[in-house]
């Protein structure tokens, strides 16, 4: 069992029990971390994958800028485990098993799918460096990357026009 | 790495996902899941790129690189969406000083 296999199943393990204790977790500032440690997790998987830009962009915006975001809101609406609504056992049943049966259909469909010899290059190849991601992204996708620039814009204005007070 | 053990451990996160968003009411943790799932298939389309780029490395040498420019872009509109809609639950708990998504029917009125 070689390095990459045991931090495969290291990560892979560590971000599903995360995953679980972010849906499980009575306060909501406990998801929010447990949901960090998701995402460290999963930028480790794109190290491992050796997609250096896309782990650093990870860990900036989603662990770190977004997740700020929804700490910043919880603490700002002050919420805990008592004001947390409570909610019918068996609609809670019914939840977990409607996640189970997706789980059990995509699992079933995907078991016997041709994928058997294929493998995910780890730890070599060039493409996820920063380098050749610039460079196919400011030559051949220049205009959806300018075109964001208008979506954030947008979202920028609808936040505001959303939040201020009529 | 067989890109079975990708597929798996994205379709389980994304199924843990979509168990939160049915069984929590609180808004923001509903929220949270939605960005489970988002992550889950950015693992998936990087894993992929990878597979393409080994299976095609020797025509070309930028194979697979299209799969990581699409989780850049998922990023930044997860970006935008992370700002509009908590700027919806924000209005919403000022509305009705809760963020159970139960009391969003009050918005009608």
């Known amino acids: ?166 | 790495m067989p890109i079975n053990y990708y597929i798996f451990l994205s379709v389980a996160l994304f199924c843990i996902g979509v168990a939160g968003v049915l069984t929590r009411r609180n808004a923001i943790i509903i929220f949270m899941c939605i960005e489970l799932m988002l992550n889950a298939t950015n693992l998936l389309l990087v894993a992929f790129s990878k597979m393409h780029y080994a299976n095609m490395k020797v025509m070309n040498p930028n194979a697979g690189i299209d799969g990581q420019i699409f989780v850049f872009f998922i990023m930044v509109v997860a970006a935008a969406e992370v700002c509009v809609g908590l700027a919806i639950i924000a209005m919403l708990y000022r509305n009705t000083h809760s963020v159970d998504v139960n009391f969003l029917n009050r918005l009608k009125h």
């Open chain 1, 1 to 166: 069992m070689s390095v990459t296999h045991f931090l495969f199943w290291f990560l892979s393990i560590v971000a599903i029990f995360s995953a679980i204790m972010v849906v499980v977790s009575k306060n909501p500032v406990h998801s929010v971390l447990w949901l960090i440690m998701v995402f460290f997790t999963i930028s480790g998987h794109y190290v491992l994958l050796n997609a250096q830009f896309l782990a650093i962009v990870n860990l900036i915006v989603y662990a770190g800028a977004i997740m700020v975001l929804f700490l910043f809101v919880i603490m700002l609406m002050n919420l805990n485990s008592d004001t947390e609504p409570q909610k019918n056992k068996w609609l809670k049943i019914a939840g977990v098993i409607g996640g189970g049966a997706l789980l059990l259909v995509l699992v079933a469909a995907l078991k016997n799918a041709d994928t058997k010899n294929q493998i995910a290059q780890t730890g070599s190849g060039e493409i996820g460096l920063i380098h050749n991601l610039g460079i196919v992204l400011f030559r051949d996708y220049a205009l959806p990357f300018e075109i964001t620039s208008v979506l954030f814009l947008s979202a920028l204005v609808g936040a505001i026009v959303i939040g201020k007070k009529e």
